[in-house]
Every structure is written in C-alpha cells, then in structure tokens.
C-alpha cells in the first residue's frame, strides 16, 4: 500500500493524522475510517474502501494508492466529490490516474 505524496484528509480526520497514518502503516483496527484510492476497475475513478478491510491477510494491498483518508461514510463522500470537482475544473475531464500520479 502507497500513500500519495499530497493526501488528502477530512475535517475530523485530519484532526488525527499521525494516528490514522500510524494505524494504517501497522495493521490496526480503525473504527469508522475509509479511504479513497484509485479504482481497481480501470472503468471505474475511485475505490472507498473501509480501513478494517485492510487488515485481512489475503487482501490485494500491494496495488493501493491512498489518495484521501475520511473518518466517516459521509466525510469520505465530500473528499470524493472534492477530488472528482478539483480534476475537472483544473482539466476540464475525469483522467483522475494522471491528475493525482
């Protein structure tokens, strides 16, 4: 799992950044944290992913790019629609993988 060089937080996530980034990098359970990484489906922009689904052995973690973090289902939501508005407006298209690389 990677982290981008610019990642994103929501409001009450960035109140805890050290910690959710310290908890990610280690394995530990995160209770109603998510992240935003780029699509597995290349049909697809983003994957929200829920944290403690990161903690299972067998999950495909090597091909992960974390691009926002959000400490709740609807905090996560609005760093979504914030990441998908800041490509368009900037580019005037969704090409989030080359916007975000």
């Known amino acids: 799992m ?5 990642l994103y937080y929501g409001k009450e996530a ?3 950044k050290r910690k959710i980034l310290w908890r990610l990098k280690h ?11 780029f699509a597995s489906n290349k049909n ?15 999950y495909p ?8 973090i959000g ?3 609807d905090e996560t939501l609005e760093l979504l629609v914030f990441l998908i508005d800041n490509v368009y407006k900037k580019t005037g298209a969704f ?4 916007f975000y690389s």
């Open 2 to 6: 990677k982290f981008s060089k610019k």
């Open 14 to 16: 960035s109140r805890h």
């Open 27 to 37: 394995n530990k359970i995160l209770l109603d944290t998510y992240v935003i990484c």
């Open 44 to 58: 697809n922009l983003f994957d929200i992913i829920n944290a403690n689904i990161l903690l299972q052995k067998y």
């Open 61 to 68: 973690k090597d091909d992960l790019t974390v691009l926002a």
């Open 71 to 73: 400490e709740s289902y």
């Open 95 to 98: 090409n989030v993988r080359e």
